[in-house]
């Protein structure tokens, strides 16, 4: 009855090929989607890895998150100069506020983020 010749091993392989490449496809897919997801930072999550350190308590300066007093003066001086700024580093904060791989767009973003609730 069980008669597993190299033929039949041969017919057997055949049948679940387009299965495993389905399966490839999928799992490439998969990788492609979590690799995608992976770069897709937001705001929130950009604060709490680079600018919390300072921009919770207020270290050397920094104007607190969501503290009006803090930002109303630098608020004033508009998002551009303010976007400049963190990208140049302003006094105490390093260039980018620490976050190097992060866009102009993004640290615009984070920004917006800080300020949101004033
Ligand atoms: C090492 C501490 C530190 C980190 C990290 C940091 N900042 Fe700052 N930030 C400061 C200090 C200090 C100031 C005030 C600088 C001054 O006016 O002398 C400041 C000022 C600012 C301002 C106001 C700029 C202006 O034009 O008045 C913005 C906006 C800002 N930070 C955004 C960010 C963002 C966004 C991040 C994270 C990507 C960040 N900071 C990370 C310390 C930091």
Not at 18 to 47: F, T, W
Not at 61 to 87: C, E, L, Y
Request: charged share 25%; net charge negative.
């Amino acid at each position: 009855m069980l008669s597993n010749t190299a033929k039949d091993y041969e017919s057997i392989i055949d049948r679940i090929k387009p299965v495993g490449n389905v399966y490839i496809e999928v799992k490439n897919k998969l990788a492609e989607q979590k690799e995608v997801v992976s770069k897709i930072r937001d705001a929130s999550s950009i604060y709490n890895t680079f600018c919390i350190a300072c921009h919770a308590s207020g270290v050397s300066g920094a104007p607190r998150f969501g503290n009006v007093n803090d930002w109303a003066s630098r608020i004033a001086q508009g998002k551009q100069i303010m976007q400049d700024n963190v990208i140049k580093g302003l006094n105490a904060m390093p260039e980018k506020g620490l976050c190097m791989d992060c866009s102009d767009d993004e640290l615009l973003q984070v920004i917006e983020y800080m300020i949101k609730d004033l």
